[in-house]
């Protein structure tokens, strides 16, 4: 070998697929830039010695081809690996590459149904930064309403246009290695099993938020319609049962001709297509309608978050997460089943007593004023960076015109999730043009302003906050502030669920509080519900950034005609229920709860 740039080119098969491999081999050959030497690492647990040798004649000064037998490695796991049809325990070789080849930080692993017409070197230099894989959107996918389906409510990626095919993959080992990708994938293998593409699911899993997209050239398969030119096809890819040695008709079929013609397995092959019973090509055409009910059958398996069959559970358990937030989503699911809504899922700050003198409700000193006004400016580029840097996203706002047509002070209700809920609400409140009038303040817990250390204690002292108080005589003078606040016309934004679980879609139930100052003040209440999607943006706590769509819906009024209690059981009842229907008309599931007994909730099935 020479001193040029080694290219790793990993394929894997058995012994009845070399045939396949030669053909795919001599495409890749005969169309690679001679500037680089080629590295070619055949996986196997079964070649004999005659195929290898047949193989290895394709060798020359800038091509190696070495065999590797895993089937030590495989006898490790065998239990473990589910295969169905056509498929064998080859297909999930790739998956271990980033620990058999630490020598490697990148390689290419390609499937042997395959033809390159274009030049290889080209998919490799791929720049692919600090994603795990790079790799084409799977066509079968973007081209059936099942899979698409399939591929966000099982697999779970974010949206089925970035469901990719694993069949031509760039791998950055460096970056798999870092997040103990193997690890993880065989954790994942005694949780949960995909049954529909196998370990192209995986893949498509643990790699979620970490995949560069490349250009569809680079994976043309024949099964279906396909959008690239021609003359643009960089690899053909002969995908699942339709291979142009077992049919006349398939699409592309002359570029696999070609070059098995080239090839010493030439007459091998025509016989195998040949040989190729009726029958046999009738269980082929079958398996596409059998796949299809399987996808359709495994949509039909997943509820309500997921929990009929704690597919996701499973899989985030392994993917990176940090201990602290899945320590919390247990505790969340434990406080459901007890029905403790009102108890947050996170340990706030020591609740220190806030007294009358620590707290300048209004702003009415000097010095008060001032930190005020600093914190709002350091908070307006706070909220500019988290939204130019994807720790916030908003992806939808529905119903701003609520907002901006009332005429009066109110309260807004919204439902709490997240610390940074309460910028999504100031950013609407931005957007609606209401800040050039009117000021929005936000009801805190007492913690959270006597005791949080760091910028957000900062902004939780200083940037129109409205703390609690276990303090009577504080709490009086908190009234006379909403009284006040509200009377002149501005908003005040309270959590009346009175706790935050963090990522939590479903509305919980709501306490009196907020429609009470309402009520006391003849405004509105305008309730905000937020619905979340996962993004492609993994945060930093291993889990997908939220997509959040703010819904606003059209203020409540209390009714002259109702009691002070009977208002604040409408009004509370009313944003409930509206609240209810954005959840249920979003996420297409009823609400339930896993708690038997929720206040006057008197199922599990909502109310």
């Known amino acids: 070998m020479n001193n040029k740039k080694e290219i790793p080119i990993f394929f894997a098969i058995d012994d009845a697929y070399t045939p396949f491999l030669v053909v795919a081999l001599k495409s890749l ?15 196997h647990t079964n070649v004999g010695e005659v195929h290898k040798s047949q193989v290895k004649k394709y060798e020359a000064e800038n091509v190696s081809v070495e065999f590797v037998d895993l089937s030590y490695y495989i006898e490790k796991v065998k239990n473990k690996l589910y295969t169905r049809d056509y498929y064998t325990n080859t297909t999930y070789f790739r998956l271990f590459l980033p620990e058999l080849y630490p020598q490697y930080d990148k390689v290419l692993y390609l499937d042997s149904d395959i033809i390159v017409v274009g030049d290889i070197s080209e998919l490799y230099n791929t720049d692919m930064g600090t994603n795990l894989v790079a790799a084409a959107p799977d066509d079968i996918i973007q081209k059936n309403k099942v899979f698409q389906d399939y591929a966000e409510l099982v697999v779970g990626v974010a949206k089925y246009q970035h469901y990719f095919n694993a069949g031509v993959l760039l791998m950055n080992l460096d970056q798999l290695r870092k997040f103990n990708f193997q690890e993880k994938f065989l954790y994942l293998l005694e949780k949960v099993k995909f049954s529909v593409a196998q370990d192209q699911d995986y893949l498509n899993r643990l790699c979620k938020g970490r995949v560069t997209l490349v250009d569809h050239a680079w994976d043309v398969m024949p099964y279906v319609n396909n959008e690239t030119k021609e003359e643009d096809i960089k690899l053909i890819h002969y995908n699942f049962a339709y291979k142009p040695w077992h049919f006349e008709d398939v699409t592309y079929n002359e570029y696999f001709w070609k ?53 996701f559970k499973a899989i985030d358990e392994i993917a990176g997460k940090s201990k602290d937030r899945l320590d919390i989503l247990e505790k969340i699911e434990e406080l459901e089943r007890e029905g403790r ?10 609740t220190i007593p806030l007294t009358p003198d620590k707290v300048d409700y209004l702003r009415e000193g000097a010095y008060s004023r001032i930190k005020n006004k600093v914190a709002n400016r350091i908070g307006e580029r706070f909220l500019h960076n988290i939204l130019r840097d994807n720790k916030l996203i908003i992806k939808d706002i529905n119903g701003i015109e609520n907002l901006q047509n009332l005429e009066s002070g109110a309260i807004l209700t919204c439902n709490h999730f997240n610390p940074f809920d309460s910028f999504s609400i100031e950013r609407v409140f931005r957007l609606a043009g209401k800040d050039k009038t009117n000021k929005l303040y936000k ?41 006040i606040i509200l009377q002149r016309g501005d908003y005040i934004l309270i959590y009346p669920e009175q706790s935050m679980w963090w990522n939590y879609r479903k509305p919980k139930p709501l306490k009196n509080g907020a429609f009470k100052m309402a009520i006391r003040n003849n405004v509105p209440v305008l309730p905000i519900f937020i619905t979340m999607e996962d993004s492609e943006i993994i945060g930093e706590d291993g889990f997908p950034v939220q997509e959040y769509i703010i819904n606003i819906e059209k203020p409540i009024y209390p009714n002259k005609e109702l009691s002070d209690k009977e208002n604040a059981e409408m009004m509370k009842d009313k944003n409930y229920q509206v609240w209810k229907k954005i959840y249920e008309d979003f996420y297409k599931i009823p609400l339930e709860y896993t708690t038997e007994c929720v206040g ?4 599990k099935k909502g109310i």
Do not use: H, W
């Open 29 to 43: 050959l005969d169309n690679a830039s001679k500037d680089y030497n080629y590295c070619i690492k055949v996986l």
């Open 259 to 311: 070059y098995a013609k080239e090839t010493e397995f030439y007459e091998e092959i025509l016989e195998i297509k040949n040989s190729y019973t009726e029958e046999q090509k009738f269980k082929d055409k079958e398996a596409e309608k059998a796949l299809a009910e399987l996808a359709t059958k495994e949509n039909g398996c997943v509820g309500d978050d997921r929990k009929y069959r704690n597919v």
């Open 341 to 350: 809504f009102d108890v947050d899922a996170e340990n706030d700050p020591e």
């Open 600 to 603: 006057k909730f008197e199922t």
């Open 443 to 483: 009801v805190i817990r007492e913690g959270n302003y006597t005791n949080f250390p760091g910028l957000y204690g900062f902004f939780f002292r200083n940037c129109d906050t409205l703390p609690l108080s276990s303090n009577k005589r504080t709490m009086i003078e908190f009234m006379k502030a909403v009284d």
